[in-house]
C-alpha cells in the first residue's frame, strides 16, 4: 500500500456522557433490603465490626464498610 492511500476513518466517540443516559429506578428487591438494612442499623454494625481492622491517623482515609 502507497502512502496517502488510505481512506480516511474516523473513530467513533470513545466516551459517552453519562448524565444524559436514561436512569431505572432500580429493583424493588434491592431498594426494599436496603431500606430494611437501614432501619436495623446495618451499617453502623458492620462499621464497628471492621474498626479494628483500620489503622487511625495512617494513610488516607478508607471507604466507608457500607458502601460496598
Not at 432500580?26 to 489503622?55: I, M, Q, S, T
Amino acid at each position: 500500500m502507497a502512502f496517502g492511500k488510505r481512506r480516511k476513518e474516523r473513530q467513533a466517540e470513545l466516551f459517552v456522557a453519562t448524565d444524559g443516559l436514561a436512569r431505572s429506578p432500580g429493583h424493588v428487591f434491592f431498594r426494599r433490603l436496603n431500606e430494611l438494612l437501614a432501619a436495623e442499623g446495618c451499617d453502623a454494625w458492620v462499621v464497628d465490626l471492621c474498626r479494628p481492622k483500620y489503622a487511625d491517623g495512617v494513610g488516607r482515609r478508607s471507604i466507608p464498610p457500607g458502601v460496598y
